[in-house]
């Protein structure tokens, strides 16, 4: 695997040189436009430095200003139990040193995507669409698909290039806006003043040509080899697994979803498993991503195993020739992974209706909604700064006490607060005992002290430990 990655990193370092020797050429081209031709190394310079200061921000911030430009927000197990299980499965399987910080975008697109500067720095962001339109094992496909990201140091990458690629799109920008006010193409020069020579006229041609044509070139460096990294993260993913058909179902509901992904640009479209800006995710030369068909195809068929030789020679038939996309030192394992089963539900398949609601509330608990049950059956949620102590149920007329919003989520995963050891005559009684009345969230009171205390959908427990007072209550 060490040798894949070090092939990725030569493959990374030849572009990165290539998109470096664009970005400083036109600042030299610029400069000698601009300020003369003696001017042109001024002018690299000046590229060089606006390249060195946003990879510095890039480095110590560049995922955390993808994050919040994505609208993401962080995620702890309590809220989301199934989605951190499978995030550390496939750690465990990647060999990643840390666990990669979980995130929670609010659309209904469905979408992913990993970010950071390296494998003890990342993070995974998922949509709420994708929350709720997959099923286990397809979600599993997609979270190994990112970690293979970050395993195979694409996440580093990406986002050094993204600046680069920014950083000429910048200067071209600046340039030829900057060019209808001043050097060769300005009113003094076109109404016969002092202006510029012949020799300026030409230099300043060629700058306006070389400032149109980097940024298309350094973007089809970038996309190039985004393409082959797509199909990398894919057979990484597919080994993770043991399971193609995961990420090649959960590729045909991205793919093919008619929900556009809204929380997304230009800068942040790439990153995606599939580019949410372009058709099926693909428009030609200039797409980031492969034809998600071809994708599909590849992992469907790979019925002999899931190891990388398995991919090559899927991707043999469905593209024709080696491809080269797996390095030989990685095809050269003669070891075998077989393709492990589908995995079973354990709970009975559920309305679509019902999933997207769950999610929903998910992410209103993750945004310090209180939830409250009455005895009717209505679901009644709480925002954080709702202001009246009391609230009647609009349905049977109840009169309920508002939940505080400071508890609102310890009390809605009190599932994984440790039960404290309490005994029964700490309060004179024998422990609480509450019958839960349905599977979604419920509301009740701590016998001992009053505390409001909530249960999520995904508590599975026995017994909790009230927040407040510690007073072990047993659920049924």
Known sequence: MWELIAANKRKSLIIFIAMGICLL????????????????????????????????????????????????????????????????????????????????????????????????HSSIAVTSGLLSGLNRDELQG??????????????????????????????????LRGSRFGGCSSRRYRSGGSGCGQAQLII???????????????????????????????????????????????????????IKLSSTNNITAPMYIVNPLQADGYSGIFSTHPPIQDRIKILRGMAGGASYLDYSKAFSAVKGGSGGIIPSAALSDSASVPIRD??????????????????????????????????????????????????????????????????????AVASAIPAKPVTATAYGVSPQVYARKNVGWESFNCSGCGALLQLSPAFIGTSLACHSCGKEIKIR
């Not at 698909?145 to 910048?170: K, P, Q, W």
């Not at 993260?233 to 045909?252: H, K, V």
Request: overall charge neutral.
């Open 142 to 175: 997609v979270v190994a698909h990112e970690m293979s990201h970050i395993l195979n140091r694409d996440i580093s990458y990406l986002t050094f290039a993204g600046v680069m690629l920014g950083s000429i799109a910048m200067i071209s920008q600046i340039f």
């Open 342 to 411: 589908a995995g079973v539900e354990k709970e009975a398949p559920k309305d679509p209706k019902d999933k997207t609601r769950e999610t929903i509330d998910l992410l209103r608990a993750v945004n310090n909604y209180a939830f409250l049950t009455c005895a009717c059956g209505l679901k009644i949620k709480f925002p954080k700064n709702f202001a009246q102590n009391e609230f009647i149920c609009p349905r049977c007329g109840r009169k309920h006490e508002v939940p505080s919003s400071n508890n609102v989520l310890a009390a």
């Open 204 to 258: 300043f041609i060629i700058a306006i040509v070389f400032a149109i044509l980097a940024p298309i070139l350094a973007r089809i460096f970038y996309f190039a080899l985004s393409r082959k990294r797509e199909y990398l993260a894919d057979a990484s993913g597919a080994r993770l697994t043991r399971y193609p058909s995961g990420l090649a179902s959960a590729l045909e509901k991205i793919g093919f979803s008619n």
């Open 25 to 120: 050429t036109l600042g030299y081209c610029v400069g000698m436009a601009w300020l003369g031709p003696d001017a042109g190394f001024f002018g690299v310079l000046i590229a060089f430095g606006v390249w060195v200061v946003l990879s510095l921000i890039s480095y110590f911030a560049g995922d955390s200003i993808l994050l919040y430009t994505s609208n993401a927000q962080a995620v702890t197990h309590d809220i989301h139990p199934q989605l951190f299980n499978i995030v550390e499965e496939m750690k465990i399987a990647a060999s990643l040193p840390v666990m990669p910080r979980i995130y929670i975008i609010d659309d209904p697109s469905p979408n992913a995507f990993a970010t950071g500067r390296d494998p003890q």
